[in-house]
């Protein structure tokens, strides 16, 4: 269910809003709250993943409980990756907008910072493919890394390695793979920058490996994560999504302010 975003809690509804929040119960994780008589709807969002719920008033605070529990236990039911998906698509759709809008793949010169930009996320992803118990749940996790295939694009670019970074390790494996999930997805991606990147000159051989697909091909690839981290239960949601939104967020901060290295999750 798409995002809503709200705005404003009717004053005749605090009361109610109030009761939500001080529910001892944590799957009503309140976020928002907006109540439009004049459109007869009354939208809650109740979950702290930001999963968006409506609701038609009038509705007494019982019947309310019971048919937010019942959405609560359908989102609940969501594979891992679709839950990731849900919470993050607009994230990710603004930075697709922005990369895209500063015609990286125009120049060499752009498609150098588009690299660089890369570099400084991997920089930070490389770590978690050697994350011990990680690489007990998703296949070939260390071979799936493609930090040392940037370095060779830098080079080919003729672009000296960045200093290294200060980075705080990312020890939760929940957390981890939300980052691990926005870096595989991003091979996705990849598909499509590398036919703009051989417009260029750049190639799988030369300046754009970290682009090529995994041996066994993008979907294939992709499917295996993404199966792999639906079958872990050892994963909790609520830290993967906090990982892949905090990944996403570093990247659009790298983008605006390229020269910021201090980056912490």
């Known amino acids: 269910m798409a995002l809503r975003e709200t705005s404003g809690i009717a004053n005749e509804n605090r009361s109610h809003v109030r009761s939500l929040k001080s529910a001892r119960q944590p799957e009503f994780a309140l976020v928002a709250h907006d109540y439009r008589s004049q459109q007869n709807e009354c939208i809650f969002l109740v979950t702290s993943d930001r999963s968006a719920f409506t609701l038609r008033p009038p509705i007494q605070r019982a019947a309310y409980y019971r048919k937010a529990r019942s959405l609560m236990n359908e989102t609940n039911t969501l594979p891992l990756s679709r839950r990731l998906k849900e919470a993050t698509t607009s994230t990710h759709e603004t930075l697709d907008q922005s990369i895209m809008s500063r015609n990286m793949f125009a120049t060499t ?79 996705l991606g990849a598909g499509f920058l590398i036919k703009l990147a051989q417009k260029i000159g750049f190639t799988p051989s030369f300046g754009a490996r970290h682009l090529a697909p995994d041996p066994e091909g993008r979907g294939l690839s992709w499917n295996r994560f993404r199966e792999a981290i639906d079958h872990a239960p050892e994963l909790d949601p609520t830290r993967c999504i906090q990982g892949a939104q905090n990944a996403f967020r570093h990247v659009r901060r790298y983008l605006e302010s390229p020269e910021d290295v201090l980056m912490h999750p």
């Open 109 to 187: 010169k752009g498609y150098r910072d588009f690299v660089l930009l890369q570099y400084r996320f991997h920089q930070h992803l490389d770590p978690l493919y050697r994350h011990e118990v990680l690489a007990g749940i998703i296949p070939d996790l260390t071979a799936r890394n493609r930090f040392s295939m940037l370095q060779e694009d830098l080079n080919d670019l003729g672009e000296p390695l960045p200093a290294p970074q200060t980075f705080l390790p990312v020890e939760d494996a929940s957390v981890a793979a939300g980052w691990l999930y926005v870096g595989e997805g991003s091979k």
